[in-house]
């Protein structure tokens, strides 16, 4: 018998899933984006995510104790105001560390093993705001979801959110899609580029009605007072006065989660847990029923 060893060797011969050169080919791309879809989709239902509470802001806002940790480091005249701004910034990513615990212990996070999770932290999965929210949901032990991108310099996940429920993704479209379309509400902390391109497409949408509306609060009344003039894009005419009442601009974690309910935001009853560190990560177990998806 002829050897065969040339086309069991044969890169036609390997299963469709086991060829990556093919999986990567430009046809294939409806494909990888229905994959992208689907990964992210079953895993949130197979833990009974059937709601989030999603937090955007800057991956440059540091902890308290990373920002003290720069502080004592600082020498020379520029290390010091770097240090300063750390400072300045660390307010804002324990804000949304603490909002984030707030949203997760009375938004129905902590629902019992088998009941529907709603209000869920969800965010971009990086460091600074991300992280923290990430991080104050954890410290009361509830799940929390990072929906991370591919970049080319990589972005590596935050400690903080549930490994389970940890994602990755190739294309900011699918990313942007999972984001928004569990939403129950938008909180906003400080930011630049990435945190106005994610707060303008949401406001854009709830505008043209292409997504349902929901509750957003943005933290930090100085910042955005000083970055946008919300006010003199309605005084132009480039939006309705009416758009100006979307969303709310707080200070304090307790603000936002007042305007969240405020603005229709249906919190569940919180779970009889007591309220201590978390559980290490990999204790934590997902939902065995799966529930109807929301949104």
Not at 91 to 112: K, N, P, T
Not at 260 to 284: D, F, T, V, W
Request: aromatic content about 10%.
């Amino acid at each position: 018998m002829p050897d065969n060893g040339a086309q069991k060797h044969s890169r036609s011969y390997l299963l469709a899933v086991e060829d990556q050169e093919f999986l990567l080919r430009d046809e294939m791309r409806p494909f990888r984006f229905g994959m992208e879809y689907a990964k992210a989709e079953y895993a949130l239902r197979d833990w009974g995510v059937r709601s989030t509470v999603v937090v955007f802001g800057s991956a440059r806002c540091p902890s308290a104790e990373e920002a003290e940790a720069l502080a004592k480091k600082a020498r020379g005249a520029a290390e010091k105001r770097a240090a300063q701004k750390a400072l300045d910034r660390s307010r804002f990513y324990e804000d949304a560390r603490a909002f984030a615990r707030i949203v997760s212990m009375r938004g129905g996070a902590l629902a019992a093993s088998g009941a529907p999770r709603d209000n869920v932290i969800a965010t971009g999965g990086g460091p600074g705001i991300m992280e923290a929210a990430n991080r104050g949901a954890s410290e009361c032990g509830a799940p929390s979801i990072g929906f991370n991108i591919t970049l080319p310099h990589e972005q590596a996940p935050n400690p903080w959110s549930t490994p389970a429920l940890t994602f990755r993704f190739h294309y900011f479209a699918m990313r942007k899609m999972h984001l928004a379309m569990r939403a129950n509400a938008l909180a906003v902390f400080p930011g630049g580029f990435g945190t106005f391109d994610e707060l303008f497409e949401v406001l854009t949408l709830v505008q043209s009605e292409k997504m349902h509306a929901l509750p957003i609060v943005l933290f930090g009344k100085d910042y955005w007072k000083k970055v946008v003039n919300f006010a003199a894009l309605a005084e132009e005419g480039m939006i309705s006065e009416a758009d100006l009442k979307l969303f709310e601009i707080v200070d304090t974690p307790e603000e936002g989660w007042a305007s969240l309910l405020q603005r229709g935001l249906s919190p569940a009853a919180p779970a009889p847990l007591k309220l201590s560190l978390p559980p290490a990560a990999g204790r934590q177990r997902p939902v065995t029923r799966k529930p109807r998806r929301g949104g």
